[in-house]
């Protein structure tokens, strides 16, 4: 598998977004966009840190500007050539997008969206509680955890049942992608920042969202500690998504690589591994300060690969094709 080329779509969020999310949901500026099916025929899309006016990666801090620390979208946009357009979100009574996550409390800047999935008709989203930025790229977090939702999206729970506490800073699951398989589900995960391996994780869905449900595995097998995890793809491993591409029958692995500055796209048949290198798919170089990388759930069949990339400036997120060389 290779790609032939890449062409970035356009705006997602932001002014001149088919969607007009400034104008219709008070989403002027954003980042992330983390796709998953919700079952109910739409793409459910997460965004972390959200404003109103006033900021865009530059000017007047988010407290004059409607900080909201996450938000979701909804789309049943199928026809992704010509960019995603925005349904709706979970609102506030203006129209306006909500803070579906709670955050702020304690020692926590902010909430982060990682990874969604919708598993019998429960909606589970990775997250990440993150306590101090420390420099681009390095961050720390109090826990990642996995938010519940029953009604499709409207409303959130995230229980303490279901967190991995980050107390010493080396916790290997602090960032994630989700996918289904050989009916369980599986996480793979890296530590806080852009600069760790990747590792596996895999828990019954019937037992969602307890994280001690959750095996890890150890390169032969599955461990209930996870700090018996091995590592199955080489960092550095920054924000991710997973995906099963069904044509090529490979799982695909796309994150932010910070030495190779850029979006990479990698593969491998199993998700235990080996994983390609991978290639850089967006440069840092053409456009900088890019970061994310969230691949869209309905183009894993054919050559064109949609997904979602953030900017920081302007700090907004855009949607990229990528055709691949199907082998």
Do not use: K
Not at 3 to 11: F, N, P
Not at 223 to 243: D, F, K, Y
């Amino acid at each position: 598998m290779g790609v032939s080329e890449t062409t970035r779509i356009g705006l997602v969020t932001g002014a001149g977004s088919p969607g007009r999310t400034d104008e219709r949901f008070g989403i002027h500026a954003t980042d992330l966009g983390v796709c998953w099916e919700s079952g109910d025929g739409r793409v459910l899309v997460a965004f972390g840190d959200t404003y109103g006016e006033g900021w865009g990666g530059s000017g007047p801090g988010p407290a004059q500007a409607d900080w909201r620390r996450n938000v979701l979208a909804c789309s049943t946009d199928r026809d992704l050539a010509t960019g995603l357009r925005l349904d709706g979100v979970v609102a506030r009574a203006d129209g306006s997008a909500a803070q579906v996550l709670p955050s702020g409390r304690g020692r926590e800047i902010t909430t982060i969206p990682n990874s969604g999935i919708a598993v019998a008709g429960t909606q589970y989203l990775h997250y990440m509680s993150v306590r101090q930025w420390i420099r681009p790229g390095v961050w720390r977090t109090n826990h990642a955890g996995i938010a519940v939702s029953h009604d499709g999206g409207n409303t959130w729970s995230a229980p303490r049942g279901a967190r991995w506490p980050n107390r010493w800073g080396g916790h290997r699951f602090q960032l994630g992608a989700f996918a289904l398989a050989d009916d369980h589900l599986y996480l793979l995960g890296t530590t806080n920042g852009r600069y760790g391996d990747a590792y596996l994780a895999r828990a019954d869905p019937t037992a969602l969202p307890a994280t001690r449900a959750f095996r890890y595995w150890t390169g032969s097998g599955w461990s209930t500690r996870w700090h018996a995890a091995a590592p199955v793809a080489a960092g550095p491993v920054g924000e991710m998504s997973l995906g099963f591409h069904r044509t090529l029958g490979r799982w695909l692995l796309m994150h932010l690589d910070e030495t190779r500055r850029g979006i990479v796209l990698r593969s491998a048949a199993r998700l235990t591994g080996p994983w390609t290198s991978g290639e850089v798919v967006v440069s840092g170089d053409e456009y900088p300060a890019v970061y994310g990388g969230y691949l869209h759930p309905w183009s894993l069949d054919g050559p064109d690969l949609y997904y979602l990339v953030s900017q920081w400036g302007p700090y907004n997120v855009y949607l990229t094709r990528s055709r691949l060389v199907l082998e």
